[in-house]
């Protein structure tokens, strides 16, 4: 593994209309301002970070993870959507489309 530095800018905003103090500060690899209005422009730094490239074993291992993350993801999402369609299909099959045998006239309501 080899040591690699990335240098980014990075730019620091206020959200002075934020209801959290902890959240009024923001950090992002582009200016937020020029987009959304509610941001303002502190300053911006240059930084510079060392990481250790990784193997080519690890980058596929990372990719398998991700893939597999994704996939548990996917099939939350699938089960949760079958269990609502589900539910429609039981409140459809709970309503009953005839008329009771008690009601005598149509303008009666069966309640």
Not at 2 to 10: S, Y
Not at 16 to 23: F, L, Y
Not at 28 to 43: G, N
């Amino acid at each position: 593994m080899t040591a690699l530095q990335i240098t980014t800018q990075l730019y620091i905003h206020v959200n002075p209309h934020s209801t959290m103090k902890a959240n009024r500060f923001i950090v992002s690899t582009c200016d937020m301002s020029q987009s959304t209005p509610a941001y303002a422009l502190l300053e911006t730094r240059e930084i510079t970070i060392a990481f250790d490239e990784p193997d080519p074993f690890e980058i596929i291992s990372k990719q398998v993870d991700s893939l597999r993350a994704q996939k548990e993801r996917l099939a939350a999402e699938s089960y949760r959507h079958q269990l609502l369609i589900d539910d429609q299909i039981q409140a459809l099959l709970c309503i009953e489309h005839s008329t009771p045998s008690n009601v005598s006239d149509d303008t009666e309501i069966p309640f």
